[in-house]
């Protein structure tokens, strides 16, 4: 028994050269620098204009910069921001999403617990960080609760989205067959929400690490948001930008080096348009 | 493992099962619906489009629990059931491979699938995701899938669908050929009255809404002899005993 004619493969991957895959991944980073190099000229053309020291150029946000990377200081709360945002993201994206599971897959449930979620999504962060405070006090357990806390009802409205598009044939399939609970998770479940992972942690990084220098403002010893809050103190802009900016990059450097690789993966099985 | 022979047959007594629409109206599908299809046999389910053929599939495997009666499924071997349903319902994250792999117990994870691979032509296509696939050489991944995991009785939802007829009868062979290499107690659904005399030992004729048996059709010929003049003789005798069965 061979292989038919007839009902052969529609297209079978073209296989793809070194050099043209080298220059496809380079593009996108290559248009990235380009735009980010504009706005820098736009910046020092702005900053000229009016030079104040409330405004100062990049090349002084370029020199402070320099100066706290050669004291460490930097780097010290760059990794403990960092920190932060890894460890409050991961909470919030493991809790919010198995609630939004749920939340999906029983309707009654969800009935039940729909308003808790309108509540929690329409309390404000600074509320959530300054009860976090007062209950739990000045730790870093509350801190990175307060953060989670804020981010789990958008994960969860988004995964709860995501629970619902899931389709039941494939849960059929793996009664029939027998799947086990962690291969269901693992080959039905969790492939079906990628989507829905991909847009409830893109949504999440960004509004989490905005949210962590609120919470190292008001009640940590180091991180992003103390050294800004000192600065502010200082009336130093040029250094609140420094870290802005250093703090920025680092997150840039995260979604082109960590989250579009993982995306790339996971979605490897979906067809190239031609 | 035990022997294949283990006489236990699959018998399938369903007394009643209802639908009960949104509006509150409650439809029987199936009523007093019992048949037996013997060890290594492979039987199909013949009728008329949405006459129930599906429902009576989806108790048996377990899918649907809301139904009076009883069925017992064959013993011996492995216990396990495996399904061809309509769709090849391949998960598209995974490579053909992964998705015949996946289907298997934990046991049998690493065994060699060399020969059913080659036997259904899909040698060249293990590492391919499902949605490089043709319609029907997805078709016969999912029947990968299913004889994959040698088991004690096997379900097909009228896995030819769809196809057109030179590809729908070229995976025919298919499914005799890897069904010849291990006979399993197989029930077939259809409604296409050439395919049930082709392919099954035995044809249960369903009777429209509700559903139950008309009557059942022996096919003792080995399916090697049913050529064409033989094919039109048992059309013949069939349309003779089913008159009104199309």
Request: glycine residues 6%.
């Amino acid at each position: 028994m061979t292989a038919s004619e007839t009902d052969g493969t529609r297209d079978a991957p073209p296989s793809m050269s070194g050099r043209r895959s080298l220059a496809t991944a380079l593009a996108p980073a290559l248009t990235v620098a380009v735009s980010l190099l504009g706005l820098c000229l736009l910046w020092n053309l702005a900053a000229g204009v009016w030079p104040s020291r409330a405004f100062p150029g990049p090349g002084q946000v370029w020199q402070v910069l320099l100066r706290e990377a050669a004291s460490g200081d930097l780097l010290y709360h760059l990794g403990v921001t960092l920190g932060r945002v890894a460890a409050a993201y991961i909470v919030a994206m493991i809790i919010g999403s198995v609630i939004g599971v749920l939340l999906g897959s029983y309707r009654r449930v969800d009935r039940f617990f729909n308003p808790w979620v309108i509540l929690f999504l329409n309390i404000p962060a600074l509320v959530v960080i300054v009860l976090g405070y007062i209950w739990f006090g000045l730790n870093e357990a509350a801190a990175i609760g307060a953060v989670a806390v804020n981010k789990i009802p958008n994960v969860v409205v988004t995964m709860r989205e995501g629970a619902r598009t899931l389709d039941p044939s494939y849960a059929e399939m793996a009664t029939v067959y027998r799947f086990g609970r962690l291969d269901r998770i693992r080959h039905i479940l969790l492939p079906q929400l990628q989507p829905h992972l991909a847009a409830a942690s893109r949504s999440g990084i960004a509004l989490i690490w905005k949210i962590v220098l609120v919470v190292e403002l008001l009640g940590r010893s180091n991180g992003v948001g103390f050294q800004i809050h000192l600065y502010f103190q200082l009336f130093d802009v040029a250094a609140i930008l420094a870290y802005t900016l250093a703090f920025v990059a680092v997150m840039l450097v995260i979604e082109l080096l960590l989250v579009q690789p993982v995306e790339r993966h996971a979605t490897r099985w979906r067809r190239r348009p031609a | 493992m035990q022997p294949v022979g283990a006489v236990v047959p699959l018998k399938v007594d369903i007394a009643e099962k209802t639908f009960r629409s949104a509006r509150g109206v409650s439809i029987t599908a199936l009523q007093d619906l019992s048949f037996e299809v013997r060890q290594g046999e492979f039987a199909c389910l013949l009728g008329p489009s949405g006459c129930g053929k599906t429902t009576t599939l989806r108790i048996l495997l377990g899918l649907d629990k809301d139904f009076s009666g009883s069925f017992q499924l064959p013993q011996g071997g492995s216990n396990r059931i495996a399904a061809v349903f309509q769709e090849p319902t391949l998960l598209p994250w995974r490579t053909v491979e992964q998705n015949v792999r996946l289907a298997l117990p934990k046991s049998l994870r690493a065994k060699n699938l060399d020969g059913l691979f080659d036997t259904l032509g899909l040698a060249a296509m293990r590492s391919l995701y499902p949605a490089e696939l043709s319609l029907g050489l997805a078709r016969r991944a999912a029947l990968a899938r299913a004889f994959a995991t040698e088991p004690a009785v096997l379900f097909l939802d009228e896995p030819f669908v769809s196809l057109d007829e030179q590809t729908a009868e070229r995976l025919r062979h298919l499914l005799l050929t890897v069904w010849s290499a291990r006979p399993t107690t197989a029930l077939m659904v259809t409604h296409n009255l050439r395919e049930a005399l082709m392919l099954s030992d035995r044809i249960i004729v369903l009777a429209p809404r509700p559903t139950h048996v008309l009557g059942v059709f022996d096919v003792r010929l080995p399916r090697q002899h049913r050529n064409s003049q033989v094919m039109s003789d048992l059309l013949r005798s069939f349309h003779h005993r089913f008159p009104d069965v199309t």
